[in-house]
């Protein structure tokens, strides 16, 4: 152990911890993190889903920091660094912060094989537990029921969207993906269910179990117009709320299931109704329909499975008219393609298909391969690229200022992008 004293050494030592990346199961966690004495003095919030995890925990961070409670998150994966995947306090936390955690797990697991996820897991969440938090706030990385996260009972489960994804573990409908995801549920705890039209599998286990139930339509809803928002729930109501800084209507059904979990919490982490009109406005994260000012418009969106990329496709449709859109694609080859490409071709005018630096990774060719076989736009051109900074390049050097272009498909292919600072836009000249 005395060699490894860096993060970066850590990260490599897991690496070659377990013969397989995922593993699903909670035994061999357990056994680790009860060693580790893993226990949270706050409530803890999980969120699962197929779609809009990340986005919950921002909002959630946010009002709860606006409320002045000391938060720490977990979320997975990360688009540039590690330490990206917990911030304590709002602020991402130290690569040396974690090194002592993870020498921590590796004194526990006493030989017990843990995957790379499992075992950056145990010591993230042993950080977290020695932080003095008020409340923290973990997202799953796959599925739930036998994701490393939930071996923390959660005080509040949260799930968003549910969609296929993953289906090799986790099912091939949404009946199936329903029951793995209401595992992170629990006996008497609030059960918030931000889809608007959940599979009743979900409903069913959480009835089964006697959670807390929480439905949208049912137990929570949320009105607008073009101006402002409301949110009404058991017992709160808040009007006249400012639309969340993140973009996307989607935002909204997070945000609505975001208020119930602060509602049905509410006796033990109250937030004022000033705290969620700040934390809405204050609310950051990078990669999901982020625009990046200057010309040509830039979007990043690490919409990366058919479900995602229908709500990015009616999000670009939204922002009006542009002379043509130019997108850089690169996504991993276990993912539906085909569905994707097809949902995206006829907003495209111009691919940019890229290889990525994992061997997950559909390479380049591939991805021009599957679009070819489902476009029905014969004229759109496309390239392949050997990484994303070089296919966004290529876009920028070929767009006018008025296009469009669309960065997509993987937390790898905005990371790669974001991982040297993005390229340098001119500046929109405003009419005075």
Same mark, same amino acid.
């Given at each position: 152990?005395?060699?490894?004293?860096?993060?970066?050494?850590?990260?490599?030592?897991?690496?070659?911890?377990?013969?397989?990346?995922?593993?699903?199961?909670?035994?061999?966690?357990?056994?680790?993190?009860?060693?580790?004495?893993?226990?949270?003095?706050?409530?803890?919030?999980?969120?699962?889903?197929?779609?809009?995890?990340?986005?919950?925990?921002?909002?959630?961070?946010?009002?709860?920091?606006?409320?002045?409670?000391?938060?720490?998150?977990?979320?997975?994966?990360?688009?540039?660094?590690?330490?990206?995947?917990?911030?304590?306090?709002?602020?991402?936390?130290?690569?040396?912060?974690?090194?002592?955690?993870?020498?921590?797990?590796?004194?526990?697991?006493?030989?017990?094989?843990?995957?790379?996820?499992?075992?950056?897991?145990?010591?993230?969440?042993?950080?977290?537990?020695?932080?003095?938090?008020?409340?923290?706030?973990?997202?799953?990385?796959?599925?739930?029921?036998?994701?490393?996260?939930?071996?923390?009972?959660?005080?509040?489960?949260?799930?968003?969207?549910?969609?296929?994804?993953?289906?090799?573990?986790?099912?091939?409908?949404?009946?199936? /993906?329903?029951?793995?995801?209401?595992?992170?549920?629990?006996?008497?705890?609030?059960?918030?269910?931000?889809?608007?039209?959940?599979?009743?599998?979900?409903?069913?286990?959480?009835?089964?179990?006697?959670?807390?139930?929480?439905?949208?339509?049912?137990?929570?809803?949320?009105?607008?117009?073009?101006?402002?928002?409301?949110?009404?729930?058991?017992?709160?109501?808040?009007?006249?709320?400012?639309?969340?800084?993140?973009?996307?209507?989607?935002?909204?059904?997070?945000?609505?299931?975001?208020?119930?979990?602060?509602?049905?919490?509410?006796?033990?982490?109250?937030?004022?109704?000033?705290?969620?009109?700040?934390?809405?406005?204050?609310?950051?994260?990078?990669?999901?329909?982020? /625009?990046?000012?200057?010309?040509?418009?830039?979007?990043?969106?690490?919409?990366?499975?058919?479900?995602?990329?229908?709500?990015?496709?009616?999000?670009?449709?939204?922002?009006?008219?542009?002379?043509?859109?130019?997108?850089?694609?690169?996504?991993?080859?276990?993912?539906?393609?085909?569905?994707?490409?097809?949902?995206?071709?006829?907003?495209?005018?111009?691919?940019?298909?890229?290889?990525?630096?994992?061997?997950?990774?559909?390479?380049?060719?591939?991805?021009?391969?599957?679009?070819?076989?489902?476009?029905?736009?014969?004229?759109?051109?496309?390239?392949?690229?050997?990484?994303?900074?070089?296919?966004?390049?290529?876009?920028?050097?070929?767009?006018?200022?008025?296009?469009?272009?669309?960065?997509?498909?993987?937390?790898?292919?905005?990371?790669?992008?974001?991982?040297?600072?993005?390229?340098?836009?001119?500046?929109?000249?405003?009419?005075?």
């Amino acid at each position: 152990m005395q060699s490894r004293q860096t993060l970066q050494d850590w990260l490599a030592h897991c690496e070659h911890l377990h013969p397989k990346a995922i593993e699903l199961g909670l035994d061999r966690v357990r056994e680790v993190a009860q060693r580790l004495g893993l226990a949270f003095a706050g409530p803890v919030i999980t969120v699962a889903g197929t779609n809009g995890k990340g986005s919950t925990c921002a909002l959630l961070e946010a009002i709860l920091l606006q409320a002045g409670w000391r938060t720490g998150v977990y979320t997975s994966p990360h688009l540039v660094h590690f330490e990206e995947r917990c911030r304590i306090g709002g602020e991402a936390v130290k690569a040396d912060a974690l090194v002592p955690h993870f020498e921590r797990v590796e004194q526990a697991r006493q030989g017990v094989q843990l995957t790379y996820f499992e075992f950056t897991t145990l010591a993230i969440l042993d950080l977290m537990a020695a932080s003095g938090l008020d409340v923290a706030i973990l997202e799953v990385g796959l599925g739930g029921r036998l994701d490393a996260v939930n071996v923390i009972d959660t005080d509040c489960a949260i799930v968003t969207s549910i969609d296929l994804d993953h289906q090799e573990f986790l099912g091939n409908d949404r009946e199936a /993906i329903g029951r793995e995801k209401a595992g992170i549920l629990r006996a008497g705890k609030p059960a918030i269910v931000s889809d608007p039209v959940p599979p009743a599998s979900l409903v069913a286990a959480a009835e089964a179990i006697g959670a807390d139930l929480w439905l949208h339509g049912r137990d929570y809803n949320f009105t607008g117009d073009k101006q402002q928002w409301g949110w009404a729930g058991r017992g709160r109501r808040y009007a006249g709320l400012a639309y969340p800084a993140l973009r996307g209507a989607n935002q909204l059904l997070n945000a609505s299931g975001v208020l119930a979990a602060l509602t049905a919490l509410r006796e033990r982490i109250p937030v004022t109704a000033q705290a969620v009109r700040a934390g809405l406005g204050l609310v950051e994260l990078p990669g999901r329909f982020q /625009i990046v000012p200057g010309e040509p418009t830039l979007v990043l969106d690490v919409a990366h499975n058919p479900h995602s990329v229908a709500a990015l496709a009616a999000n670009l449709d939204a922002m009006g008219f542009y002379p043509a859109t130019r997108a850089v694609f690169g996504a991993m080859a276990d993912k539906d393609l085909a569905a994707m490409l097809r949902r995206m071709d006829p907003l495209v005018d111009r691919w940019y298909f890229t290889g990525l630096d994992t061997p997950r990774a559909a390479s380049a060719q591939d991805l021009q391969a599957q679009w070819k076989a489902v476009t029905v736009c014969h004229d759109v051109d496309a390239s392949t690229h050997a990484n994303p900074r070089e296919a966004l390049e290529s876009a920028l050097a070929e767009a006018n200022p008025t296009d469009r272009i669309l960065v997509f498909g993987s937390f790898y292919t905005v990371g790669a992008v974001l991982k040297d600072g993005l390229p340098r836009l001119k500046a929109r000249h405003l009419a005075p």
